[in-house]
């Protein structure tokens, strides 16, 4: 059975920092791309940053240089540094894997957890 758990989340002021993390279980985690997304109230789900089986990652624009994502094979979870916080970045982030290259839309990723919700204040 596959699981995925976020945890981390919470309320930040803006130029702030959290961590979120990722926990996985049901499947061999050194062999999939993992992603995280997020969902701001009103919004469609959104790809932030991915990380291949290789170690590749790639982060989208609004995240980059803020964002840094970091998986640990031998732990088989993965994780999400988040700097200098703005309101913009307030939504549900969610993690999400996939078996097979990085990829972008939410329907490529077959496997997700519940997200948790970062809430960014002014």
């Known amino acids: 059975q596959v699981q995925l758990v976020e945890s981390g989340g919470g309320l930040v002021q803006a130029g702030g920092s959290l961590r979120l993390s990722c926990a996985t279980s049901?499947?061999?985690?050194?062999?999939?791309?993992m992603g995280w997304f997020r969902q701001a109230p009103g919004k469609e789900r959104e790809f932030v940053v991915g990380?291949?089986?290789?170690?590749?990652?790639y982060y989208a624009d609004y995240v980059k240089g803020r964002f840094t994502i970091s998986r640990d094979n031998t732990k088989n979870a993965v994780s999400l540094q988040m700097n200098s916080l703005n309101p913009e970045d307030t939504a549900v982030y969610y993690c999400?894997?996939?078996?097979?290259?990085?990829?972008?839309?939410?329907?490529?990723?077959?496997?997700w957890g519940q997200g948790t919700q970062v809430t960014v204040s002014s």
């Open positions: 999400a894997a996939r078996i097979g290259p990085l990829a972008f839309r939410t329907d490529n990723y077959p496997y």
């Open positions: 049901g499947f061999s985690f050194n062999t999939v791309t």
């Open positions: 990380s291949t089986r290789s170690g590749g990652t």
